[in-house]
């Protein structure tokens, strides 16, 4: 099927504009496989520089340059990465630009999901009770942030 009879249909890829260092790009939401691919890079970097080596703000800036490398796309035309990998968004993003768009990718994902404010009291009151039995361990990264938002909306 053509991205044109796609968009015909109201099928299009969820996306937001974004400038950075003065360029408009787009921020799009990508696959669960590739979410995946970019937990695996920060595995491999783990494997690569040694436990110690990598705290947090190391894996965060691993798993981050990866996301941005797939989720960064041409604004006029979504199929067309902008970043051939993620040594090219290390080498030429700058962290406030890494940021800026895994900050967008997060607006994203929290945007295109089901909406509070339209869930019944019994739907409320059974995430509630549902959302305290998850074995968070088993979660990747982009299933914990989603959590995590819906509880904060819940603890509201």
Known sequence: MSRLSNLRKGIATPHKIIEISGMDIAVTV?????????????IEAKKKHGIEYCNENFTNHVFDINLVAKCMKDKDDLSIPLAESAKDVDDNLTIADINAITTAYSELMMNIGPRMEFISEEEYDSLKENLGQIPWKDLSTQQLLSLKNCQLILAL
């Open 30 to 42: 990508i696959s669960s496989s590739d979410i995946r691919e970019c937990e695996e890079a920060v």
